[in-house]
């Protein structure tokens, strides 16, 4: 009889911990977060190239960047997706597009780890001088 109160306990540790573990690993995991890098000021009507750095601290089958996008004045610019066959080139990656600028222009950008979410938008704004 104590055997089997002992591997019962045993059990319940061992599924205790492993229930912990993975709420843990949540918890601290690294969520996909964005860095934008463009002019602060240009002229009027100049083509502005805008580069985010995309950091994750994986790439692998399982754990992978899901989604990023970038939003320039609320509307989307461009998107990309991944999948499981599908991701990104490595845990950290550049994505780079040229955008007109004629106006004041606030340029919002996202990332999203398909197993722990973003660390939310970064944003940046360029002024016309």
């Given at each position: 009889m104590k055997i089997v109160k002992h591997r019962i306990w045993i059990v319940?540790?061992?599924?205790?911990?492993?229930?912990?573990?993975?709420?843990?690993?949540?918890?601290?995991?690294?969520?996909?977060?964005?860095?934008?890098?463009?002019?602060?000021?240009?002229?009027?009507?100049?083509?502005?190239?805008?580069?985010?750095?995309?950091?994750?601290?994986a790439n692998n089958f399982f754990h992978f960047v899901e989604w990023v996008y970038i939003k320039v004045n609320g509307k989307e610019a461009a998107r990309w997706d991944y999948s499981m066959t599908n991701r990104p080139e490595g845990a950290t990656f550049v994505r780079e597009i040229k955008i007109p600028v004629n106006e004041a222009v606030e340029i919002v950008a996202e990332a999203s780890c398909n197993l722990?979410?973003?660390?939310?938008?970064?944003?940046?704004?360029?002024t016309v001088n």
């Open positions: 319940l540790f061992i599924s205790l911990g492993i229930i912990f573990g993975i709420g843990l690993g949540t918890g601290l995991a690294d969520k996909a977060g964005v860095a934008i890098s463009a002019p602060t000021s240009v002229p009027k009507g100049t083509e502005v190239p805008v580069k985010i750095t995309i950091t994750h601290s722990h979410g973003s660390k939310g938008p970064a944003t940046w704004r360029i």
